[in-house]
C-alpha cells in the first residue's frame, strides 16, 4: 500500500496542472524514477481512491471526425476540485479569479458525470480536439456537443470549435455553456446560461436517456 501511495503522491505531483487538460500519460510516467509497469497502476490507483476521472473521465477521445483528423491525447479531472486548489496552492477562486474559467468548466464536467452515472449508464462521454488545434470540451455519443466557457458573453472565439466539429454534420445539437443572461441561437449553436443548461441536462432534454 505504501508504494501505491508512493506511486499516486509522484503522479498527483505530475497532473496537478489545469484540470481538463489534454494530457499524454505515456509522456507523464517516464518523468517517474519507478518502474513503468508500477508507474502505469498510477491513474487506476488514483481513480479507485476517488482522486481522479479520466474521461472514461476523458479518456475517450472522439474520433469519427473526417474533415479534420482529431489527435489521440487523454484529458484528466481530479475528482475534487479541492485537490487542485491545494496542489496548485490556489487561494479561494471566484469569477474574477484567472482560474475561474477552469473550474467553471471542472463544474459542469462533475455535472454531466453525474447525470450519466444517475440516468444514461450507456452514454460516452469523450471530447473531441483536432490536429489543427480545434477543441471540443464534452461530447455525448454522436448526440450533442458541449463547449464550456465562463464568460457573461460569448464570443465569436468562443465557438470556433463547436463550429469546426459542426462541418462534420455528426451531432444532433451543438451547446455552448457560459454564463450569459438568456439563451440565445447563433448559425444552430445553442448558448445556454449554465443554470438552463443544467435543468435542461437534469430533465433529460439535452441529450435524452441512454
Given at each position: 500500500m505504501?508504494?501505491?501511495?508512493?506511486?499516486?503522491?509522484?503522479?498527483?505531483?505530475?497532473?496537478?496542472?489545469?484540470?481538463?487538460?489534454?494530457?499524454?500519460?505515456?509522456?507523464?510516467?517516464?518523468?517517474?524514477?519507478?518502474?513503468?509497469?508500477?508507474?502505469?497502476?498510477?491513474p487506476?490507483?488514483?481513480?479507485?481512491?476517488?482522486?481522479?476521472i479520466?474521461?472514461?473521465?476523458?479518456?475517450?477521445?472522439?474520433?469519427?471526425?473526417?474533415?479534420?483528423?482529431?489527435?489521440?491525447?487523454?484529458?484528466?479531472y481530479?475528482?475534487?476540485p479541492?485537490?487542485?486548489?491545494?496542489?496548485?496552492?490556489?487561494?479561494?477562486?471566484?469569477?474574477?479569479?484567472?482560474?475561474?474559467?477552469?473550474?467553471?468548466?471542472?463544474f459542469?464536467?462533475?455535472?454531466?458525470?453525474?447525470?450519466?452515472?444517475?440516468?444514461?449508464?450507456?452514454?460516452?462521454?469523450?471530447?473531441?480536439?483536432?490536429t489543427?488545434?480545434?477543441?471540443?470540451?464534452?461530447?455525448?455519443?454522436?448526440?450533442?456537443?458541449?463547449?464550456?466557457?465562463?464568460?457573461?458573453?460569448?464570443?465569436?472565439r468562443?465557438?470556433?470549435?463547436?463550429?469546426?466539429?459542426?462541418?462534420e454534420?455528426i451531432?444532433?445539437?451543438?451547446?455552448?455553456?457560459?454564463?450569459?443572461?438568456?439563451?440565445?441561437?447563433?448559425?444552430?449553436?445553442?448558448?445556454?446560461p449554465?443554470?438552463?443548461?443544467?435543468?435542461?441536462?437534469?430533465?433529460?432534454?439535452?441529450a435524452?436517456?441512454?
Amino acid at each position: 500500500m505504501s508504494r501505491s501511495s508512493s506511486r499516486s503522491d509522484r503522479y498527483l505531483s505530475l497532473v496537478r496542472g489545469k484540470p481538463g487538460s489534454p494530457t499524454t500519460f505515456a509522456r507523464n510516467l517516464r518523468s517517474c524514477v519507478v518502474y513503468v509497469d508500477e508507474i502505469q497502476k498510477c491513474p487506476a490507483l488514483l481513480d479507485e481512491a476517488h482522486l481522479l476521472i479520466e474521461e472514461r473521465g476523458i479518456r475517450f477521445l472522439f474520433t469519427r471526425s473526417v474533415k479534420r483528423k482529431a489527435i489521440m491525447t487523454a484529458k484528466f479531472y481530479l475528482f475534487d476540485p479541492g485537490i487542485v486548489r491545494v496542489l496548485r496552492r490556489i487561494p479561494e477562486v471566484s469569477p474574477q479569479s484567472a482560474d475561474f474559467g477552469e473550474f467553471f468548466e471542472h463544474f459542469i464536467f462533475h455535472e454531466l458525470k453525474s447525470w450519466i452515472d444517475y440516468t444514461s449508464p450507456r452514454a460516452r462521454l469523450s471530447y473531441w480536439r483536432s490536429t489543427s488545434g480545434y477543441e471540443v470540451d464534452f461530447v455525448i455519443d454522436d448526440r450533442v456537443a458541449i463547449e464550456v466557457k465562463a464568460a457573461e458573453r460569448a464570443q465569436e472565439r468562443d465557438l470556433r470549435g463547436l463550429r469546426a466539429l459542426r462541418q462534420e454534420g455528426i451531432f444532433r445539437r451543438y451547446i455552448l455553456v457560459c454564463r450569459e443572461s438568456r439563451p440565445r441561437l447563433v448559425d444552430g449553436i445553442e448558448i445556454l446560461p449554465f443554470e438552463t443548461f443544467l435543468d435542461a441536462l437534469w430533465s433529460g432534454s439535452v441529450a435524452g436517456a441512454g
